[in-house]
């Protein structure tokens, strides 16, 4: 199977729909499947490396960064070029990762080919209309609409969680909806450079340090982890909340700390290379987030991984998978969330925690979720019947309509918005 995944964020853009196109992408090839990604250009990839190496298979097209989302990208140009190319790499299905401008690509792609199209849902957007210009553009209840149309026409979308699936259905999608959870994959024999990183951090051995790891965003709610600390010293005086990862609210959080007095407790490391995850987690004593926009959590597996416990809020995909309290532990307010804190830093053990851990990174594997997705492939092909439209270039109403109601609002370049809004037919270079 010939298969064409559009995504606006891909590798070496760190965030969770990059990391699960990448693990989609793999599982799919592994299974015998021939993979295709259409993402935007990234300042950090050189156009001589495309095509070749972790490039190849890989199509970039002209972008530019979001207003008020920098480290995320909007393309503005290539899609007569996109249809091109996946006609040459004959597409059987296209499945699109995000409701932008690749989406909005990938569905125009379907539609000239006539093949399937297939979506998976990954962000909760009600919660992040404050980057749109601090909402005033798009408020959260004009999310239903827009998500609605985008969602019109496609032939399947895929839910990662409970949570994903309810909220499309009470929006009126009618569209066949699996829910499968991202799978994650990692590698055996993981270097552990924990003692290293305490060292380079200047916290002791012993010393009880809390983990944050992962976007710093106002949505996370990182302001109420900080808010909670001083009850978690009264009792663990030399305690350290670590945040690792950065993000818009990293500023006014360090602010937010040196206020309350705790700037000595709270250490902001900044953006992760991957190959470190894995050492911080092991560092920690315990991974916290209060966020309450997560329709999955990928970081929470990874601290399962690393035998390290989690708390969190409420989220019905954590509750499946906490089958323990050594796995960890889903709280409803800031007291409890204190409390379990401390329960983890006064080093509750558990000697079946690793048995625990194993069955839940069974479950949520890499290789479960290609199995999954490629099942659901077969199904949306094999039900699928072109369009009966006459063959045009144009773009069609749902899809003039769509991008009427999200791209042409943005604050974007007017020649931005008149290509993306009527398809002007500009051919790229990139590859």
């Known amino acids: 199977m010939n298969i064409g995944l559009f995504t606006d964020t891909y590798f070496p853009q760190v965030s969770g729909v990059s990391t699960s196109t990448q693990i989609l992408a793999q599982q799919l090839e592994a299974q015998g499947n021939n993979v295709y990604i259409f993402t935007t250009t990234d300042p950090k990839v050189k156009r001589s490396q495309y095509g070749r190496g972790p490039e190849k298979n890989i199509y970039r097209f002209s972008s530019i960064p979001y207003t008020g989302f920098k480290d995320r990208r909007i393309t503005f140009r290539g899609f007569f070029e996109?249809?091109?190319?996946?006609?040459?790499?004959?597409?059987?299905?296209?499945?699109?990762?995000?409701?932008?401008?690749?989406?909005?690509?990938?569905?125009?792609?379907?539609?000239?080919?006539?093949?399937?199209?297939?979506?998976?849902?990954?962000?909760?957007?009600?919660?992040?209309?404050?980057?749109?210009?601090?909402?005033?553009?798009?408020?959260?209840?004009?999310?239903?609409v827009i998500i609605r149309a985008f969602l019109k026409s496609v032939n399947g979308v895929i839910a990662p969680s409970q949570r994903v699936y309810d909220t499309l259905r009470g929006y009126g999608v009618s569209a066949p909806m699996p829910i499968i959870p991202t799978g994650v994959s990692f590698p055996k024999n993981q270097l552990d450079r924990s003692a290293e990183l305490r060292k380079e951090l200047g916290i002791r051995p012993k010393q009880?340090?809390?983990?944050?790891?992962?976007?710093?965003?106002?949505?996370?709610?990182?302001?109420?982890?900080?808010?909670?600390?001083?009850?978690?010293?009264?009792?663990?005086?030399?305690?350290?909340?670590?945040?690792?990862?950065?993000?818009?609210?990293?500023?006014?959080?360090?602010?937010?700390?040196?206020?309350?007095?705790?700037?000595k407790h709270v250490k902001f490391v900044g953006m992760v290379e991957h190959k470190n995850v894995y050492s911080y987690y092991r560092m920690a004593d315990v991974f916290a987030s209060p966020s309450t926009s997560e329709s999955q959590g990928l970081t929470f597996i990874e601290a399962v991984n690393a035998n390290r416990p989690f708390v969190a809020m409420p989220n019905l995909y954590l509750q499946q998978i906490t089958k323990s309290k050594m796995i960890g532990t889903i709280v409803e307010n800031n007291e409890e969330m204190a409390q379990a804190i401390e329960y983890y830093l006064a080093d509750a053990k558990n000697k079946n925690k690793d048995h625990d851990c194993q069955e839940v990174l069974r479950e949520v594997g890499a290789e479960k979720f290609g199995e999954d997705v490629l099942r659901f492939y077969t199904q949306i092909i094999a039900e699928y019947r072109p369009p009966h439209a006459k063959d045009t270039?144009?773009?069609?109403?749902?899809?003039?309509?769509?991008?009427?109601?999200?791209?042409?609002?943005?604050?974007?370049?007017?020649?931005?918005?008149?290509?993306?809004?009527?398809?002007k037919k500009e051919v790229d270079s990139n590859k």
Do not use: C, W
């Not at 553009?137 to 239903?144: T, W």
């Not at 978690?232 to 700390?257: C, Q, S, Y």
């Open 82 to 144: 996109a249809i091109e190319i996946a006609r040459t790499l004959r597409l059987d299905i296209v499945h699109t990762q995000t409701e932008f401008s690749l989406g909005l690509m990938g569905r125009i792609t379907a539609r000239e080919l006539k093949i399937p199209l297939v979506h998976t849902y990954h962000t909760m957007y009600q919660d992040y209309t404050h980057y749109v210009m601090n909402g005033r553009l798009i408020k959260a209840g004009g999310v239903e």
């Open 208 to 263: 009880p340090v809390i983990l944050s790891l992962g976007r710093v965003a106002f949505e996370k709610n990182l302001e109420e982890l900080i808010n909670i600390l001083p009850d978690v010293i009264d009792r663990f005086h030399n305690v350290i909340l670590v945040v690792a990862g950065d993000g818009p609210a990293r500023e006014e959080l360090t602010e937010h700390a040196r206020a309350l007095g705790l700037a």
């Open 393 to 423: 270039d144009e773009p069609t109403d749902d899809e003039i309509g769509y991008a009427r109601q999200l791209l042409g609002r943005l604050p974007l370049p007017k020649v931005a918005k008149r290509r993306i809004l009527k398809g």
